[in-house]
């Protein structure tokens, strides 16, 4: 997908491991960010709103038990590890990206 991005970088003299870094910081950032938003809109409103779609089926209570340590540590670093991990997978290729096929005129 970011082929001609990648070309005109290595163009300009930065190296695949320069790409990779430049790639791993905007996921990582990405990554703190959407598991940071998640895990406060889940304990704010994630009960809420899960209970009146339960509800909605006919459940008159409904009462919902969570593991903190899974819920506010391992579940995280997994969704953050799962990110990172796919990230590095994008960035293994940024080296074979060939910098006359992909440029525009």
Same mark, same amino acid.
């Given at each position: 997908?970011?082929? *001609?991005?990648?070309?005109?970088?290595? +163009?300009?003299?930065?190296? +695949? $491991?320069? &790409? *990779?870094?430049?790639?791993?910081?905007?996921s990582? #950032?990405? *990554?703190?960010?959407?598991? #940071?938003?998640? $895990?406060? #809109?889940?304990? $704010?409103l994630? /009960? =809420?709103? %899960?209970?009146?779609? &339960? $509800?909605?089926?006919?459940?008159?209570?409904? /009462?919902?038990? =969570?593991d903190?340590?899974?819920?506010?540590?391992?579940?995280p670093? %997994?969704i953050?590890?799962? +990110? #990172? +991990?796919?990230?590095?997978?994008g960035?293994?290729?940024s080296?074979?990206?060939? &910098? %006359? /096929?992909c440029?525009r /005129?």
């Amino acid at each position: 997908r970011d082929r *001609a991005a990648i070309a005109t970088m290595r +163009a300009l003299g930065f190296r +695949a $491991s320069d &790409i *990779a870094k430049q790639y791993f910081a905007r996921s990582a #950032l990405v *990554a703190a960010a959407g598991v #940071l938003l998640g $895990s406060l #809109l889940a304990n $704010s409103l994630g /009960e =809420a709103l %899960a209970g009146a779609v &339960i $509800s909605s089926f006919g459940a008159a209570a409904f /009462e919902f038990s =969570a593991d903190p340590f899974a819920a506010h540590l391992v579940i995280p670093l %997994a969704i953050g590890g799962a +990110a #990172l +991990a796919a990230t590095a997978a994008g960035a293994a290729g940024s080296g074979r990206v060939k &910098i %006359a /096929e992909c440029t525009r /005129e």
